[in-house]
């Protein structure tokens, strides 16, 4: 019996004593681990989304605050004028989830272009969101609130080979995208007008 | 018979260097190592784990009751992954997604669960320091000199450097699954020639 307690006991406190080793050390390091994950995964989709702004849409960001959460909004100039932002907002895909950034025209409400930011997906099958134009391209053009669906489900979008799940998992995030770009939309147009001029 | 704590941190170097003589830890030594990069990165990852883990699971080793020792070990070692993997995030991201699910992989890595249950858990606190990085230091090298060999062949580069000269056709097979094999096969050799067995 002393035997029973003392192996339960030494294991709680060791379990305990790591849970709270990490998640102070998870507190301290989040910031950092943002700024990296904004330098080296975020930078380049939004740059590729946002390919020939005027601006830096990575310096040129504001936030806002959606329910409990923040959300950043990255800033995009054409023809002098700030009227492109880029967020992420994510669905469930085969390995968690999969992170998307979307690039929205404030004047016309239509999507400008889409990448794939952070995602757990099969190397070879639905880590192709990255690379394949054929996919990501499908959406430019098409109204943010659209609410975007694979073929499968009776939609519109041609899903990446052997990736239904992967698929599934993009136009969920645009979906999403949309209901919380209709709802911030007021925001998000006060705040564009500080970058304009 | 008790051995100084200069001979313990030495022989992990060479009589019992891990991924050549004991033949453990062989996942991280043939994925990784497609460049010195790499390499170095995944070894210093290990030897951090190693150092930690050991010291710790040397301090415990009079509480740590028998039956659930590999539980109590396990968890030692996972938090210091855990703790690696933030602090990889947070400094060197680059070499982070290079090495991606290799790191958290550390967990199951033979050699750390090979030296707390061989070493840590009979010896004192400062031979099981010497112990760890002792083995941690042969680790990186090895994985190193692994690296270096694929990397000048496959890619004709050193640490990112070219070595060869543009005209130099890159011997790819070197970086591919198969030419890990080949490599760590004939370094074995190469060391039993050496060691005269």
């Known amino acids: 019996m002393r035997e029973i307690i003392k192996m339960v006991v030494v294991l709680t406190i060791l379990s305990t004593a790591s849970g709270g080793l990490l998640a102070a050390l998870r507190n301290s390091t989040q910031e950092r681990i943002d700024l990296q994950?904004?330098?080296?995964?975020?930078?380049p989709a939004i740059k590729k989304i946002l390919e020939g702004a005027a601006n830096d849409p990575i310096t040129d960001r504001f936030a806002i605050a959606d329910g409990e959460t923040q959300r950043s909004f990255f800033v995009g100039k054409f023809n002098g004028k700030a009227n492109v932002v880029a967020f992420e907002d994510f669905g469930t895909g085969f390995g968690g989830n999969v992170g998307l950034m979307v690039a929205v025209d404030v004047d016309t409400d239509k999507v400008v272009g889409i990448a794939a930011t952070t995602h757990n997906e099969t190397p070879g099958f639905g880590a192709s969101i990255e690379t394949d134009k054929g996919f990501t391209g499908q959406f430019v053009g098409m109204p943010i609130t659209s609410a975007p669906k694979v073929t499968k489900d009776g939609g519109k979008i041609n899903a990446l080979t052997g990736s239904t799940v992967t698929s599934r998992a993009a136009c969920a995030a645009?979906?999403?995208?949309?209901?919380a770009y209709q709802r911030l939309k007021p925001e998000i147009q006060k705040q564009l007008k500080t970058f304009s001029g | 018979m008790a051995k100084t704590i200069a001979q313990e941190f030495t022989k992990g170097l060479w009589n019992e260097i891990p991924p050549f003589r004991l033949?453990?830890?062989?996942?991280?030594?043939?994925?990784?190592?497609?460049?010195?990069?790499?390499?170095?990165?995944?070894g210093i990852a290990t030897t951090f784990v190693l150092l930690f883990s050991n010291a710790l699971i040397s301090i415990l080793r009079n509480i740590i009751p028998p039956k659930v020792r590999i539980a109590c070990y396990i968890?030692?070692?996972?938090?210091?992954?855990?703790?690696?993997e933030l602090l990889m995030q947070a400094y060197t991201y680059a070499i982070f997604r290079?090495?991606?699910?290799f790191i958290p992989l550390i967990v199951v890595n033979c050699i750390l669960l090979g030296r707390a249950e061989a070493f840590a858990s009979k010896n004192k606190l400062l031979p099981s320091i010497a112990d760890g990085l002792g083995m941690g230091i042969g680790f990186t090298l090895?994985?190193?000199?692994?690296?270096?060999?694929r990397e000048i062949f496959g890619y004709g580069t050193f640490y990112g450097m070219h070595v060869f000269g543009p005209s130099f056709e890159p011997f790819t097979f070197m970086v591919e699954a198969p030419g890990a094999f080949v490599c760590l096969g004939l370094m074995l050799c190469l060391m039993n020639l050496a060691g005269g067995k």
């Open chain 1, 37 to 43: 994950v904004l330098q080296f995964v975020k930078g």
């Open chain 1, 174 to 179: 645009i979906s999403k995208a949309g209901e």
């Open chain 2, 23 to 42: 033949v453990l830890g062989l996942c991280p030594t043939l994925a990784v190592t497609k460049s010195v990069e790499g390499g170095i990165g995944m």
């Open chain 2, 75 to 84: 968890i030692v070692i996972a938090t210091f992954v855990t703790v690696v």
């Open chain 2, 98 to 101: 290079q090495l991606g699910i």
């Open chain 2, 142 to 149: 090895s994985l190193a000199s692994l690296g270096a060999i």
